[in-house]
């Protein structure tokens, strides 16, 4: 059974609590048969707004939304789960694409109209800031690799719309979200405290945006479409880590070829489909050994080694050090 919401009109009406803690800050909870949603607010200076949006239906949802018709721009970076957006006929936006967890992205959708999926029983959560292009002319006048899209929108707003996936929330952006969510302030410190980790957020999403269009420099063989594709791909293997799926199933999956598949992946992402589950999945070991009581060969099993011989070799190699020498070293 898929449950259908018509936006706000519906959530209003499902919309159990709704706390306004002060002039900048509010919480709006959603109780209901067939699951849970919450959105937590704050409204900062320089035209800055964060959001932490948590939803987890025990139903398949679809929502309806109609994004107004200011020319805001929404840095969405999503921590769990995601959600499978429909954008019919809107010039310069897929019709059908995805966000999931892992990721960031940014983009403007004045006056568009979309449906929103989402998955039954699967904990959604993600971190929302809006902002206008107008906040980067409030600094110096030029800025080092900025993107063709941001210099445009910094000299002259406009309402074109766009939704650009940047790729893979780096650890650096993953630190400063989970600053957001526990932030030991209250009040006017509050206030203070997110809005400069909202501005050290949208400094690293920047940066990363200029270092993919680098990377796209090398790219001229794939279209758009097909690059957004190939994060989609990065995204189911981060999600199969343990057991991904095969060259071609992945490529029938994404809808290209396993040809465009590994050259895609080698051009834009500058390795192999093979390494880059390798690396994630000892990075995955890395976290365990250091976070768990896991034995090594339970470890291992875990992140898809079959063969702890093979797991202990492939580590030693990454990280100068076996396992259980990483594990002594690091005093755990």
């Not at 979309?114 to 809006?130: G, L």
């Not at 489909?273 to 976290?287: G, I, N």
Request: proline share 4%; hydrophobic share 35%.
């Amino acid at each position: 059974m898929t449950i259908r919401l018509t936006g706000t009109e519906d959530f209003g009406e499902f919309c159990e609590d709704v706390q306004l803690f002060n002039d900048y800050e509010g919480k709006a909870q959603l109780s209901t048969w067939f699951g849970q949603s919450s959105h937590r607010w704050t409204v900062l200076r320089h035209n800055l707004g964060l959001s932490i949006c948590d939803n987890e239906y025990s139903q398949a949802v679809i929502m309806k939304q109609k994004h107004d018709n200011l020319p805001e721009l929404t840095s969405k970076f999503f921590l769990s789960g995601g959600v499978r957006t429909v954008t019919p006929n809107v010039p310069g936006v897929s019709d059908d694409y995805e966000e999931v967890a892992g990721y960031n992205y940014l983009f403007c959708l004045p006056d568009v109209q979309e449906f929103e999926h989402f998955t039954a029983n699967q904990q959604d959560q993600n971190i929302k800031i809006y902002w206008n292009a107008d906040l980067l002319s409030s600094f110096q006048e030029s800025f080092e690799n900025l993107p063709a899209l941001l210099e445009q929108l910094k000299e002259n707003p406009i309402k074109q719309p766009f939704h650009q996936p940047l790729g893979v929330t780096t650890s650096a952006m993953r630190l400063v979200l989970k600053q957001i969510l526990q932030c030991p302030f209250r009040e006017t410190l509050k206030q203070m405290y997110l809005e400069a980790k909202a501005l050290e957020l949208l400094v690293l999403q920047i940066a990363q945006w200029g270092e993919n269009n680098q990377v796209l420099q090398r790219s001229l063989h794939f279209r758009a479409d097909e690059i957004e594709r190939l994060h989609h791909a990065k995204a189911i293997l981060n999600q199969t880590l343990p057991n991904p799926p095969s060259l071609i199933n992945l490529a029938k999956e994404i809808g290209l070829n396993d040809f465009k598949l590994k050259r895609g992946f080698r051009e834009v992402f500058g390795t192999t489909v093979l390494e880059y589950v390798q690396s994630l999945r000892l990075e995955q070991a890395q976290q365990l050994l250091r976070g768990t009581n896991l034995t090594v060969a339970e470890i291992a099993s875990q992140v898809g080694y079959e063969s702890i011989g093979h797991f202990g070799y492939l580590f030693k190699r990454k990280f100068s050090m076996t396992p259980r020498e990483y594990r002594h070293h690091k005093g755990l």
